[in-house]
């Protein structure tokens, strides 16, 4: 299993911190927040109360850690310095949140190998679902394909696939059928089954088309 | 077009506002901090500089509006605040944005009809991709069902679907293929089609099998 060390315990070091260890990662946890780490402190591997600026500090915990996860929030100085001491150190997989743009490039500039902008990522996603109401969650695969989890349109509700034709009327195609109430999962539904209130459909198609089929 | 409030231009707020005005909603946007609204001024219908938890001024921009997104960052008490008295005013969508566990319960109680969490939800999306690590995107579907966009693994390269038997072998099944050069999607593939090396598959299927099919 994955070494992962966690520099910052804020809300999102902290989830990724306690995420990773549940699935079985070896995960040390550095902050210089006392506070931050009492949560953490029977769940994660090691709870560091340090500043992790501090290179000495740094160099102990890197060595064997498949990934580094900088999570600093807005403290953008402290994030660039340790992200590019972590690349001079030679770490393979870097992964530094950003608040802004610009940090952002910085951040890739001096060495982060992947960066997540938490904020904005989620912001989006929010936007999405709240203009095309019926969407829950997406997948953006290209500009004209996402996967969308969707409520099934009002005027759906008792019709059958087939007859909705809503591949050629829509340009989406049905991939599965959620029902909310019984959980119960039906991939790749066979064109007969007619759409029941409580069903959440997964489909994939032009995120536009899919709007208009509310 | 929806009419949208938004409470708060940090990070989270200043990306809802300016995505909604992108896709044609009317935005009004309030904080106290002006170096917040600079960069929005030109690209929102109204960049408002006040203190949001004022009652006599949230009652000014609420009417008519659909949605209102509250989004304060660190600043619990105010997000508690604001959000209790838009309950108060009978505003039909009230979306805040919770930083911990207990803020998102409070929030709920005392009327947000959603909390958005978006440092912990990015968080888990993280996780998930660096646990299974050709993973780039995932939808849960439930318990045992997920959306995943993953690097499809070397060893698929050049066989075809059917001959990798998928469906029986690992429980998942290939919904569409996207070729990462191109960018050409291939919804519901041939069983036929022989995978290349620059593809990115979508399947679904329980998410414990396919960390397994690396």
Redo the contacts between chains.
Sequence with gaps: M?Q?LVIGA????A??AL??AA?G?EVVVIDNDHEHLDDLRDKVGRAILGDATDKMLLEKFVKGMD?V?VSLGEKVDASVLITHHLHEMGMKRI?TKA??KDHGEILKIIGAHEV?F???????R??ST??SPNIV?????????N?V?AAVPQEFIGKKIKDLDVRKKHGI?V??I?NALS?K?N??PDPAYAFQADDIM?V?GDPENLSKAK
Tied chains: 1, 2.
């Design positions: 994955l992962a804020g809300n999102f070091g989830t990724v995420e990773m699935k990662c990934v996860v992964i608040t802004s997540v938490p904020e904005r990522d989620e912001a989006i929010l936007v709240l203009v969650d997406m997948i953006k695969i290209s500009e004209d394909f996967v989890e195609q991939l599965a959620k959980g999962v991939v790749l997964i994939i």
